[in-house]
T-cell receptor
């Protein structure tokens, strides 16, 4: 069966520090991969999605970037975090035209 | 740009009352999906609607997809405290209706008073 792993679960980082969140999927090939951000009590904002290795589409201009070095690995990065980067970051995967499966999420607090 | 609008943003009901959330897309969708997020959790898939005018039921939950495939609704009959959470609709805006660009509505947060 398919599983998605996302870590860490919580993270507290100082302003200006770098960020790296990793997400891996098991049990499927060539999944669509997504990074969403959810501010406290708000909706899901699509940040990046990828339909294949090295293919990244950005939905929102910001100081974040994403990479897909392997078929089932999706990484969210930042060189310098801002206070406004705080939020709940969710990784998800889907196959073509099927539902999305979410990881447990990373709660990031930038201080 | 591609948008999925969802109303209301919040809904407070007494246990036993009905609840409905509405979703509208800026463009025609190949399918629409509904998710539930419990407090502190991650979104979990509920259902996918594909056909124009489709209606699906899951126990007390009824999902509808509009004839033009641009709107949808979720109706819960006789809410229970276990229904608490945020309900999201989502639509794929990828090329040719592919899943690549999955956009979520802002969600409707449901609270149920026992």
């Amino acid at each position: 069966s398919q599983t998605i792993h996302q870590w860490p679960a919580t993270l507290v980082q100082p302003v200006g520090s770098p960020l790296s969140l990793e997400c891996t999927v098991e049990g499927t090939s060539n999944p669509n991969l997504y990074w969403y951000r959810q501010a406290a009590g708000r909706g899901l904002q699509l940040l990046f999605y990828s339909v294949g290795i090295g293919q990244i589409s950005s939905e929102v201009p910001q100081n974040l970037s994403a990479s897909r070095p392997q078929d089932r690995q999706f990484i969210l990065s930042s060189k310098k975090l801002l206070l406004s980067d705080s939020g709940f970051y969710l990784c998800a995967w889907s196959s073509a035209n099927t539902e999305a499966f979410f990881g447990q999420g990373t709660r990031l607090t930038v201080v | 740009g591609q948008q999925v609008m969802q109303i209301p943003q919040y809904q407070h009901v007494q246990e036993g009352e009905d609840f409905t959330t509405y979703c509208n897309s800026s463009t025609t969708l190949s399918n629409i999906q509904w998710y539930k997020q419990r407090p502190g959790g991650h979104p979990v898939f509920l259902i996918q609607l594909v056909k124009s005018g489709e209606v699906k039921k899951q126990k007390r939950l009824t999902f509808q997809f509009g004839e033009a495939k641009k709107n949808s609704s979720l109706h819960i009959t006789a809410t229970q405290t276990t229904d608490v959470g945020t309900y999201f609709c989502a639509g794929p805006f990828g090329y040719g209706g592919s899943q690549g660009n999955l956009i979520f509505g802002k969600g409707t947060k449901l609270s149920v008073k026992p």
